[in-house]
């Protein structure tokens, strides 16, 4: 059927949606996938993955074709590129290490030859590479899943897979037309298997801001309020005044900054796309009660900053943004990345 | 020495700040002083407070002449008026009882005799007094102390007791001379042992707004990141960020609303007031590590509506606002106070 030949490809990421990827592209026959894990390397070595989908139903012991617990060194391990590269971490760029440089020892700056494709949220992800990494064709990854790691090996997927692949601009290169194929090329790799709904999307930038309008908006609303997305929707004026305001910021950034006209619809599709009864915790909110570092700068700072370039006025993403780099604060001091003046008592 | 004499005096909320306004009261020998308690009742009436104050040294097991776990019902307990009652808790009017059906039991609607003191924060805090109690003369205190209550009864003061008091305007009385004149009065019997701080002050207004520079601001912002007055000095541009544009629209609110002058010093003043190395928790956040309501209407709400009404831009504190608002509705809901509907699986 395909006239692709098996292509390498390497998963950097094994949480939620870095197995689930990497479940469906070596199920379609046309991809052999190393995984690389950290947290959950020694239970995912021993046992394998313990899946419950609703794409692929219930996988005991389940393993990609390798499994390993660093960034394969290509020099130092005399190892061929990678045909794909895929990143499906966590992006915190104000916290070390930066993506380029987990990804460095498997790319090196001159690759004409390995495609890389983001699956992680946000605006502007692919800039740092349009520096390291000049002339690599970077793809855009934007997935809809809903699944979930609630401990380490075991992935509850329970909302269908559907993910947005398109090319982002890297005017670097000499044509749009060939980056496009490679992300067309993806997407039938990801796809084969049948179980998910990957196709390609001519516009990532619109694919990027309309997520924004969730991920700017409710995600740190919920994480900096503690309240889920159900309970947001009930709480006293947190839809009026918190949640809607700062939504139509981001539909107004979109338009003036970007071109992108996100629709009438997108403020209230965006309110309800999670069940209420659900309850469900956004990132940024199960990050904070974990104690995790929060992704706030590409989900919210990052927006805010085009924005505002454009001349839109955005007060309540001002506001929410310089609370979440607070909330980062706190959780650096926290884990000691920032020192503080010692302790006294008055009067010392 | 002074021509008063001894007044009866309820002080409804014994915790730090109403414990050592007893305190004072009682040692200037102007007063006989009983004192209502809640959570601390049983320990403070079986051994007394236990009391470190830098004003007054150490006290073991002092108690004020009456210790009592109920507001006195007048009519019930066949009791007369008290002269002065002053009501020291929190005030939180977005939570049942208010502060005035909390009173009520003690001080008639139709009363003309007795003093109401509120020691309390925030702005318009009298007006629900002006309706429900319209000839009753209220006199605002605003208590610059430091001090805290780390144990039931264990009460420890670490910095001065200063209490500024003034009368609020009530224009149902026939003249301000006689409602200053107690507030005058009040001073004397509180000043009188000696041990404290408290002045007159002809402009409540003013007291208030300034105040509220830290409590309007810094308080709500502590409150919301997570971190203390020291911390958010430290983290990455909080101040400017936040705690600064917040403080510079109560500025301009209380010019544009009362026509109160704050002094282009008063922004600084209040970052700095509390020492950096002491880390101090301010009282919004506090209670969310405790679980409990913070005082955010008459902190923060308030101030913020006159402001508003004033046509001040206040797109800081706006946003801060209703983020505490869906922090208090998170309170209510751990409290039992609304309720939600039952959590729901996938696809249930």
Redesign the interface.
Known sequence: MSNIKKKSVLVIGGGSVGTIAALNLQAGGLASVTLVLRSNYNVVNDNGFDIESCDHGILKGWKPSVVRNTVPNLVEENLEPYDYILLSTKNIPDIPPTIVDLVKPALPSTNTHTTLVLIQNGLNIEKPFLQSHPKTVVLSGVSLI?SAEPSPGKIVQ??RDRLLIGAFANSNLDTTAATEDLAREFVEIYAKGGKTDCVFSPNVLHDRWRKLVYNACLNP?CA????DT???R?????LA??VRPAMLEIVEAAKKSAGVQLGDDVVDFMIEVD?????LSPSMLADVRKGNFIEFENLLGEPLREGQKAGVAM??L??????A??????TK?QRGL?Q???????GE
């Open positions: 809903g329970d909302d609303i900096i309020t503690g309240l159900g309970r947001i009930l709480a006293d004026g947190a005044g918190l069940e209420l009864q659900l309850y007060p309540t001002q506001v929410l943004y310089n609370i780099k607070a909330v980062q604060w706190r001091e920032v503080i003046p010692p302790k006294k008592k008055k």
